[in-house]
């Protein structure tokens, strides 16, 4: 995760060290204690802030993928929003197309005029769009640990309650859907 020059660094870091480390022997014989106090220091902050370092340089690239997971998590939405707004445009044409076979059968009149639509409405009749969230940011963030990458506690609850609700509302469909079933099935077998 280190550039080039940030490797070059880190390892003349670790030659400088080693050779300070080489040299605390010596001093220790000599009983030269200044030396030896000067070269721990040395080595102490060398350790201190190269560690100080790396986890600013780990903290920097975890804000920029958390920026990008971000922008992902707004395009997932607004692709959402958008299939939503297609799914209301179907579902208000269904309606009129019902209201009109409904009318129909209320008559108990249908001209020639009326047939496709009234056979369009008898069609789409107990059909409809379910509701479609976009979750491959969010499904990838949950199924690699990574929701904790997102600082906004907020927005990360946020996500927690839209992925249950979408959830829930998946289960009531699946309830409905099989119990539909047996009429879609015949209404498009005739």
């Not at 920097?60 to 395009?75: K, P, S, T, W």
């Not at 009749?125 to 963030?141: A, C, N, V, Y």
């Amino acid at each position: 995760r280190c550039s080039r020059r940030q490797q070059f660094r880190q390892r003349a870091v670790i030659r400088n060290q080693a050779m300070i480390l080489r040299r605390l022997p010596a001093n220790f014989r000599r009983q030269d204690w200044t030396a030896v106090a000067v070269e721990l220091v040395i080595v102490v902050l060398g350790v201190f802030i190269g560690l100080r370092v790396n986890n600013w340089n780990e903290a920097r690239n975890d804000r920029a993928l958390e920026r990008q997971y971000v922008q992902r998590l707004h395009d997932d939405f607004a692709l959402s929003i958008k299939r939503a707004e297609s799914n209301i445009a179907y579902m208000q044409a269904q309606f009129v197309l019902e209201g009109n076979m409904v009318d129909r059968l209320r008559e108990c009149r249908l001209d020639a005029d009326q047939r496709a639509d009234f056979a369009k409405g008898i069609y789409r009749l107990g059909r409809f769009q379910p509701p479609t969230l976009i979750r491959g940011t969010i499904d990838e963030l949950q199924s690699t640990g990574r929701m904790g990458i997102i600082q906004n506690l907020k927005l990360r609850q946020g996500l927690s309650k839209i992925v249950g609700a979408q959830e829930a509302s998946s289960r009531v469909l699946g309830y409905i859907v099989a119990r539909a079933k047996k009429q879609i099935a015949y209404i498009d077998a005739r």
